[in-house]
């Protein structure tokens, strides 16, 4: 127990991964708008979805599932009081009406024919434009903090299986639910950014402001995050998730986005950080980490995470979720994943390695191929649901989690993906990682382009009652090289 808390606490473990240094031809810059977090105007929203990444039923006197803290920091030469500190003061971009938005208020913005999912996605890009930020080489928008849960109700048959709609099928134990509502969209509270002196430097002033809230709809919110039995949220760059028996199977992520098209596992017109999508290999990412309480064994902590979509014929998506296929790479560092699940092996999981790795010299080895196959490398392969050329043993993704067919590729700490040395803030070469790992694909279709219009970490509490999750990310920057 002492050696898996300080892993959790300090991280004491070798992290690997494909290094390779900037060639000095190329010149490195952020995607990002906010490289590093550094910015004093601060930009930040918040999207919550149910299982199939949909919102079906806004939570009561909620509004719609999107909320936002954007504000510019006024600061003016005259000093504001006797501690002889410059004035400063918040303009707040965004305000309660319009985090309030609901289904409720589209027919007099003149949204007639949206249903309450694209309204959610209509007012993701209505808060963008409010929180907007001229730049190069495009305008961006803000960080987003992504809740869900995995409860799905499969006797109402909400979500569809592989982008086609389903048809109801008994409860089963793999996918959590008390009852009916319990896909519900938690509620959310936001506290706005304000000013404060600082208490132990006067001179000094402090940021103080973020979200919380729970998925139980009649929980008191005074004692949530502490009592037993209720699940939880709280954020704003330090990050605390909790479950419960009635939601024990919950995410939470901070994603820089993509500032137009589609991001990971959103089939809509998106608004994010990201100002320059990022390609497989030219970029790297760079943050600090402390994660304070890891979630309990079944927690998948995600170093990185990073999400695409394209069509099995490498094609790009265009919003046709019959064929469009979302695909993640993960990075779990729970040290206590392999007691919870074996994952890839030779012996006894073999459909749970990918078919092919290729190692940093460009050597392709088979999965069969005991003798150099690192299967340790990884924890889990899925193969997308409408593959039609998948090679045997296969396991299919998750049919319901997003709106499309998904394929996810799972990998752990190893040795084949490089070094890295520092416990706590990273410099990971993901771009270099990402060009070399599998995805499924047609038969002699040209390779897809990797471009990654998500990239985000966090957790994903799997199954598991009254775990609490607990981490604080600083510094985060996506640098792309030229090509």
């Known amino acids: 127990m002492t050696s898996r808390l300080r892993f959790w606490v300090i991280f004491q473990v070798v992290l690997v991964i494909f290094f390779a240094r900037l060639s000095c031809s190329f010149k490195a810059k952020s995607a990002i708008g906010d490289p590093g977090m550094k910015r004093d105007n601060l930009r930040v929203?918040?999207?919550?979805w149910n299982q199939c990444n949909e919102v079906y039923e806004e939570a009561p006197n909620m509004g719609s599932p999107r909320h936002a803290d954007c504000f510019d920091l006024q600061k003016s030469n005259n000093r504001s009081n006797k501690n002889n500190v410059l004035a400063a003061k918040l303009v707040h971009?965004?305000?309660?009406?319009?985090?309030?938005?609901?289904?409720?208020?589209?027919?007099?913005?003149?949204?007639?024919?949206?249903?309450?999912?694209?309204?959610?996605?209509?007012?993701?890009?209505?808060?963008?434009?409010?929180?907007?930020?001229?730049?190069?080489?495009?305008?961006?928008?803000?960080?987003?903090?992504?809740?869900?849960?995995?409860?799905?109700?499969?006797?109402?048959?909400?979500?569809?299986?592989?982008?086609?709609?389903?048809?109801?099928?008994?409860?089963?134990?793999?996918?959590?639910?008390?009852?009916?509502?319990?896909?519900?969209?938690?509620?959310?509270?936001?506290?706005?950014?304000?000013?404060?002196?600082?208490?132990?430097?006067?001179?000094?002033?402090?940021?103080?402001?973020?979200?919380?809230?729970?998925?139980?709809?009649?929980?008191?919110?005074?004692?949530?995050?502490?009592?037993?039995?209720?699940?939880?949220?709280?954020?704003?760059?330090?990050?605390?998730l909790k479950t419960s028996s009635k939601y024990p199977w919950l995410m939470h992520y901070l994603r820089s986005d993509a500032t137009t098209g589609f991001s990971g596992g959103y089939h809509y017109e998106t608004r994010g950080m990201s100002k320059i999508v990022p390609k497989s290999p030219n970029f790297k990412v760079r943050f600090t980490l402390d994660v304070i309480k890891g979630g309990g064994p079944r927690s998948q902590f995600y170093l990185m995470d990073i999400g695409s979509c394209w069509k099995n014929n490498g094609q790009p998506c265009d919003g046709d979720v019959t064929t469009d296929v979302m695909r993640y790479s993960e990075m779990i560092i729970n040290p206590d994943i392999h007691t919870v699940s074996p994952g890839c092996n030779p012996k006894e999981n073999l459909k749970l390695c990918p078919i092919y790795h290729t190692f940093a010299n460009g050597t392709r080895v088979h999965r069969t191929d005991e003798a150099r196959f690192p299967y340790d490398a990884y924890h889990m392969h899925c193969s997308p649901g409408n593959g039609m050329?998948?090679?045997?043993?296969?396991?299919?993704?998750?049919?319901?989690?997003?709106?499309?067919?998904?394929?996810?590729?799972?990998?752990?700490?190893?040795?084949?993906?490089?070094?890295?040395?520092?416990?706590?803030?990273?410099?990971?070469?993901?771009?270099?990682?990402?060009?070399?790992?599998?995805?499924?694909?047609?038969p002699f279709t040209k390779p897809a382009e990797r471009h990654w219009p998500s990239i985000d970490l966090g957790t994903e509490i799997y199954v598991s009652s009254n775990q609490l999750a607990e981490w604080v990310v600083s510094d985060f920057d996506i640098i792309v090289t030229d090509e």
């Open 45 to 48: 929203a918040i999207e919550a």
């Open 389 to 442: 050329y998948l090679e045997e043993p296969f396991n299919h993704c998750d049919e319901y989690s997003n709106p499309q067919a998904q394929e996810i590729l799972q990998i752990l700490p190893h040795p084949v993906w490089g070094w890295i040395g520092d416990p706590r803030t990273w410099e990971l070469d993901v771009g270099r990682l990402s060009q070399s790992l599998y995805f499924y694909q047609d």
């Open 93 to 240: 971009l965004v305000n309660e009406f319009d985090n309030k938005l609901s289904i409720n208020d589209a027919k007099s913005l003149g949204q007639y024919y949206l249903n309450v999912d694209m309204y959610a996605a209509w007012k993701e890009l209505f808060l963008g434009y409010k929180c907007k930020v001229q730049d190069e080489p495009k305008p961006w928008n803000f960080w987003m903090i992504m809740l869900k849960s995995g409860n799905m109700d499969t006797t109402a048959a909400i979500c569809p299986r592989n982008g086609i709609p389903s048809q109801p099928f008994a409860q089963i134990p793999r996918f959590p639910c008390f009852g009916k509502g319990c896909m519900n969209i938690p509620r959310i509270y936001h506290d706005y950014s304000t000013l404060h002196s600082h208490r132990k430097h006067p001179k000094e002033t402090k940021l103080k402001g973020g979200f919380h809230g729970t998925w139980e709809l009649d929980a008191d919110m005074s004692t949530a995050k502490t009592r037993n039995d209720t699940s939880f949220f709280s954020l704003e760059f330090h990050h605390v």
